[in-house]
């Protein structure tokens, strides 16, 4: 079996890496550092949480040992998507390197220029850096990228979503084209392809698993949850996370908890603060410092639980971690299997759960079918038992029958009743005097004489004359 010592590394490099533990490298490290050793450009394709960053990192350590970097230039460049990866990287360098006297500089967002431009100026080994801040000093005329020996692109695929891929493209542009180039994904987008095969030459292509894989050490599952009420549904949803950590018990020793949108990894890691849970969010646009200072906190074991957007899912390094909550179904279902493979890193066994809302089915499907298995589902924490069914009432045929008999004999009683009784007289019912008036035109009832005009009941003022009555 492979050992670091039969790698061909540098001596320095090799006792550093006996320093930190370990003996026997993973199979990306020991697919990519003897091509990488040999001058060759390598394509490294491997799932998260298999030890790429070592896989570049040494050999270029052991082809650096030698050499000295002019001012603003650079032998070797390293680009990363975000800046913890970043800042992770560098912290690989400053462990493997630490019997080399070499130079690095961390090119990344939030931290001052004056800073960045003063490492530079002295010259550095190794610049790792962030896409969009490489070229900021790059167009402040601080930097020239014509001394790089070795380029290195990490998590390319990340790259890609995040929107870099023109900005890869101009650097790779500023650098020589006898460069030796490095570049390692975790899986292989039509477009990533495109550029491995304008800027690698002949690389030896190193994958040792199929893309997009999750680690068997993960075990995965899944909560299916549907809220009451559309606006309690939010509220709903956290009390079902806090249901799963708190099912989890102790074996839950720290978590990450992720989330699709930064203003929901802000409420989810105020509401768990808010039921007493040691919890604290990351995402980016929160100041560099706050981030470096809760990442490092969490890796320390300062802090249990970490709630973060994605641009924690990938790269980071905390190989302790226990748990992976997705808060919510990640839109992309290459982003779950980098968010699940926080957990389960170096052949440690790790557990990723899942809550899935109704919308989110399609997306959940797009997780089962990228990863070729379906994911276990587990039953809500907090679900309600159902009721029981209501016992059928007791038959009562026995009383029914005693029952029928008075029944039908009153019935009987009453319909002989009905038929003795003699029918009712039919009596004609008084005519109104619409009918009476009918019976012939001008005659009275009674028999007396037509009443014409007003009869005998005139009133006497009627038949005075007009100069009688005006003098009345």
Known sequence: MTKFS?????PKVLKAVNDAGYEQPTPIQAGAIPP???GQDVLGIAQTGTGKTAGFTLPMLSLLARGRARARMPRSLVLCPTRELAAQVAENFDTYSKYLKLTKALLIGGVSFKEQDTLIDKGVDV???TPGRLLDHFERGKLLLTGVQIMVVDEADRMLDMGFIPDIERIFSLTPFTRQTLFFSATMAPEIERITNTFLSAPAKVEVARQATASETIEQSVVEFKGSRKDRSATEKRNVLRALID??????????IFCNRKVDVDIVAKSLKKYKYD???IHGDL???QRMKTLNGFREGSLRILVASDVAARGLDVPSVSHVFNFDVPGHAEDYVHRIGRTGRAGREGRAITICEPRDQ???AAIEALIQKDIHRIENPLKKS???PKAEPKKVEATKVEAVAPVEQAKAEVVELIAEKPAPQRQEKPRGRQQQQRRGKGRRDDGGPSVIGMGDHMPSFIALSFEERMAS
């Open 6 to 10: 039969d790698l061909n590394l540098n």
């Open 36 to 38: 990488a050793l040999a």
């Open 127 to 129: 610049l790792i850096a």
């Open 247 to 256: 099912a989890e018990g102790d074996k839950c020793t720290n978590a990450i």
């Open 279 to 281: 919890a604290a969010p």
């Open 287 to 289: 100041d560099q410092s």
């Open 362 to 364: 399609k997306g959940l």
């Open 386 to 388: 159902e009721p029981k």
